[in-house]
């Protein structure tokens, strides 16, 4: 299977106003999972910083940093934001594996999210 996008402006567009959504998404969950209580900096990633580096969070506030409403996701490529979405994809699966939630019937946020995220990158031909 080809893994090449429709190349039509419009189905782009559309794509990308889905991917910038489901992003937002992702983001507000993810922000949900951190503890900010033992940061000094609350929660805002620093690259390059000693504490980042170590802490728990590292990949949740390294990804976050990364996919900001504010870090002009409007300019990325349609690819850039699938990668980013693919990440969140993985992190949010691992999360209701952990919490044992049934994914297929589950109707809880982060289960719809991950039903909308798959049926999207299966459309974009990315799974
Ligand atoms: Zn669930």
Redesign the pocket.
Known sequence: MSRTLPLTFGYQNAMRERILELLAQSRAMMRGQIELHECSHNGNFIPDSKECDQCDYEFECQWLYNNDEFVALERKTLETLLDSLEFALYYVDAQ?VR?G???RG???????WLRDCRHLLRESQRL
């Open positions: 209701v919490w939630h049934d994914k589950c109707h809880c946020e982060a289960c719809a």
